[in-house]
C-alpha cells in the first residue's frame, strides 16, 4: 500500500497514475472538500501529454481553452517576445491550455475511485511502525499504516519539514493577486497567454473559458502584507493605471473574493527527495517560482515518471533512486530560469537593454527551448 498525503494536482495525478498501473494506494487530503477558487493554471504540451496519457485530455480541453499565442509585451501591449504556437502542435499534437484550477481538480477528482480518498484529513507526523512500515499519524490522533509514503504536500510541506529539516522557503520579493473576470474578452486575446511588464510590475491575462478570463498582477513587497478589500480594487487600478486598458477592464470586473493575494516563493533546492519508502513530488521538493508556468507541469510529470519506476522496480526505494535522478536536472533547471525570470522582470535599471534583448532574441532559439522544456520520455 502507498499512502499519498495531499489532493492537489501532483497527488491527485500522482493516484490516477498508480490507479493506471494497478498500483495500490490512498490519498489523504486535509481540506474537506476540493474546491479551488479564484485561480487558473496553464498546461503546457509536457502535462497534456502525461493527462493524454491518463485518459482525460479530453475533458480538460473541453474545460479549458486553447493559448496559440505566448507574448512578453510592454505595458501598452507592444510586444518583446511573441511566439506562435503552431511549432508546438506540429511536434507534440497540441499546444497550451488554460484551465480554472477548480475544473481541473474535480476532473483528477472524479477520475479516481471516491474510496481510495479520504478529505479532512490533516498530516501531522510519521514514524516507523516496524523496520518495513510506516505509521502515519493525523491530527485528529488517528493514524494508518502503510509500506510507502508519497509526500505531495506543497511548499509548506509538513512531510519535508520531518524528513529534511533544514530545508527552507525562499521569499522572491514580489507578492501576486490572482483574479478571475466574468466578461467575454475581445477575440484578439481570446487564445493569447500575455504578460506585460511595466516598471518593476507585471500583469498577466488567459482566457480560462467562454466567459472568465484569468489575471494576475505581480508587484515588489515586502512579505505578509495585507489587504484592505473594501479599497483593494481601486489600489490595483492605480497601480496599473498606465498599463493597457484591457487591463482595467479586467480588474474592474473582478468581484472582490475572487482576488486573492499571495506572496511568491519556491524552496532551496534539494539535495535529496527521498529517504527509505519515503519521498516527496511536486511543489514539496522542487517548489519555483511561477515565471515558466510550469509548476503544475512538473509535478505532473513527477506522477508520469513516479508511477513508471515504482510499477518496473520491487524494490522501491531504488524506484525512489531512479526517480530523482530522471527528474532532478529538469526540475532544478526550471526552478533556476523561474527565479531568473522574476528578477529580470522586475528589474529597477537596464529595462530598455532587457527589452532589447527580448526583441533581438531569434524565435527559432525560444522554439528550441520550449520543445526542450516540453519533451515527455516514452516509458514501458
Same mark, same amino acid.
Given at each position: 500500500?502507498?499512502?499519498?498525503?495531499?489532493?492537489?494536482?501532483?497527488? +491527485? *495525478?500522482?493516484? @490516477? $497514475?498508480?490507479?493506471?498501473?494497478?498500483?495500490?494506494?490512498? =490519498?489523504?487530503?486535509?481540506?474537506?472538500?476540493?474546491?479551488?477558487?479564484?485561480?487558473?493554471?496553464?498546461?503546457?504540451?509536457?502535462?497534456?501529454?502525461? +493527462?493524454?496519457?491518463?485518459?482525460?485530455?479530453?475533458?480538460?480541453?473541453?474545460?479549458?481553452?486553447?493559448?496559440?499565442?505566448?507574448?512578453? &509585451?510592454? !505595458?501598452? +501591449?507592444?510586444?518583446?517576445?511573441?511566439?506562435?504556437?503552431?511549432?508546438?502542435?506540429?511536434?507534440?499534437?497540441?499546444?497550451?491550455?488554460?484551465?480554472?484550477?477548480?475544473?481541473?481538480?474535480?476532473?483528477?477528482?472524479?477520475?479516481?475511485?471516491?474510496?481510495?480518498?479520504?478529505?479532512?484529513? $490533516?498530516?501531522?507526523?510519521?514514524?516507523?511502525?516496524?523496520?518495513?512500515?510506516?505509521?502515519?499519524?493525523?491530527?485528529?490522533?488517528?493514524?494508518?499504516? &502503510?509500506?510507502? @509514503?508519497?509526500?505531495?504536500?506543497?511548499?509548506?510541506?509538513?512531510?519535508?519539514?520531518? +524528513?529534511?529539516?533544514?530545508?527552507?522557503?525562499?521569499?522572491?520579493?514580489?507578492?501576486?493577486?490572482?483574479?478571475?473576470? #466574468?466578461?467575454?474578452?475581445?477575440?484578439?486575446?481570446?487564445?493569447?497567454?500575455?504578460? %506585460?511588464?511595466?516598471?518593476?510590475?507585471?500583469?498577466? /491575462?488567459?482566457?480560462?473559458? #467562454?466567459?472568465?478570463?484569468?489575471?494576475?498582477?505581480?508587484?515588489?513587497?515586502?512579505?505578509?502584507?495585507?489587504?484592505?478589500?473594501?479599497?483593494?480594487?481601486?489600489?490595483?487600478?492605480? /497601480?496599473?493605471?498606465?498599463?493597457?486598458?484591457?487591463?482595467?477592464?479586467?480588474?474592474?470586473?473582478?468581484?472582490?473574493?475572487?482576488?486573492?493575494?499571495?506572496?511568491?516563493?519556491?524552496?532551496?533546492?534539494?539535495?535529496?527527495?527521498?529517504?527509505?519508502?519515503?519521498?516527496?513530488?511536486?511543489? $514539496?521538493?522542487?517548489?519555483?517560482?511561477?515565471?515558466?508556468?510550469?509548476?503544475?507541469? !512538473?509535478?505532473?510529470?513527477?506522477?508520469?515518471?513516479?508511477?513508471?519506476?515504482?510499477?518496473?522496480?520491487?524494490?522501491?526505494?531504488?524506484?525512489?533512486?531512479?526517480? !530523482?535522478?530522471?527528474?532532478?536536472?529538469?526540475?532544478? *533547471?526550471?526552478?533556476?530560469?523561474?527565479?531568473?525570470?522574476?528578477? /529580470? $522582470?522586475?528589474?529597477?535599471?537596464?529595462?530598455?537593454?532587457?527589452?532589447?534583448?527580448?526583441?533581438? *532574441?531569434?524565435?527559432? =532559439? @525560444?522554439?528550441?527551448? %520550449? /520543445?526542450?522544456?516540453? !519533451?515527455?520520455?516514452? %516509458?514501458?
Amino acid at each position: 500500500m502507498i499512502t499519498i498525503i495531499g489532493g492537489g494536482i501532483g497527488g +491527485l *495525478t500522482t493516484a @490516477l $497514475a498508480f490507479e493506471k498501473h494497478g498500483i495500490d494506494y490512498h =490519498i489523504f487530503e486535509k481540506a474537506p472538500s476540493l474546491k479551488t477558487a479564484g485561480a487558473g493554471i496553464w498546461l503546457a504540451p509536457n502535462a497534456l501529454q502525461v +493527462l493524454d496519457w491518463l485518459g482525460i485530455l479530453d475533458k480538460i480541453a473541453e474545460k479549458g481553452n486553447t493559448i496559440d499565442r505566448i507574448s512578453v &509585451t510592454n !505595458q501598452d +501591449l507592444s510586444p518583446l517576445s511573441d511566439t506562435h504556437q503552431g511549432f508546438v502542435v506540429d511536434t507534440f499534437g497540441f499546444s497550451t491550455i488554460a484551465i480554472h484550477r477548480a475544473e481541473l481538480q474535480e476532473i483528477l477528482l472524479n477520475s479516481i475511485p471516491k474510496h481510495k480518498i479520504t478529505l479532512g484529513k $490533516a498530516f501531522h507526523k510519521f514514524e516507523k511502525a516496524t523496520p518495513q512500515k510506516i505509521k502515519v499519524i493525523f491530527e485528529d490522533n488517528s493514524s494508518t499504516v &502503510t509500506d510507502t @509514503l508519497i509526500g505531495a504536500d506543497g511548499i509548506h510541506s509538513k512531510i519535508r519539514k520531518q +524528513l529534511f529539516p533544514k530545508s527552507k522557503i525562499r521569499y522572491s520579493g514580489q507578492t501576486c493577486w490572482r483574479g478571475v473576470a #466574468d466578461i467575454k474578452i475581445d477575440s484578439g486575446f481570446e487564445h493569447r497567454g500575455i504578460e %506585460m511588464w511595466g516598471n518593476q510590475i507585471r500583469f498577466g /491575462i488567459s482566457r480560462i473559458s #467562454d466567459q472568465k478570463v484569468y489575471w494576475f498582477a505581480v508587484v515588489t513587497s515586502k512579505p505578509n502584507q495585507k489587504d484592505n478589500t473594501t479599497h483593494l480594487k481601486n489600489k490595483l487600478l492605480e /497601480i496599473f493605471s498606465k498599463f493597457h486598458p484591457i487591463v482595467h477592464q479586467l480588474i474592474s470586473n473582478t468581484m472582490n473574493d475572487k482576488i486573492i493575494r499571495g506572496d511568491i516563493n519556491d524552496i532551496t533546492p534539494l539535495q535529496q527527495w527521498h529517504t527509505d519508502t519515503i519521498c516527496l513530488i511536486g511543489d $514539496a521538493c522542487h517548489s519555483a517560482t511561477p515565471d515558466m508556468g510550469q509548476g503544475g507541469a !512538473q509535478a505532473i510529470e513527477d506522477a508520469y515518471y513516479l508511477s513508471h519506476f515504482i510499477n518496473n522496480e520491487e524494490n522501491t526505494e531504488i524506484a525512489f533512486s531512479k526517480f !530523482q535522478k530522471k527528474r532532478y536536472s529538469k526540475v532544478n *533547471t526550471i526552478v533556476k530560469l523561474s527565479r531568473r525570470t522574476e528578477k /529580470i $522582470a522586475h528589474w529597477k535599471y537596464g529595462q530598455s537593454f532587457r527589452n532589447f534583448i527580448l526583441k533581438s *532574441t531569434p524565435n527559432k =532559439i @525560444l522554439e528550441k527551448k %520550449m /520543445i526542450k522544456m516540453y !519533451q515527455i520520455e516514452k %516509458m514501458n
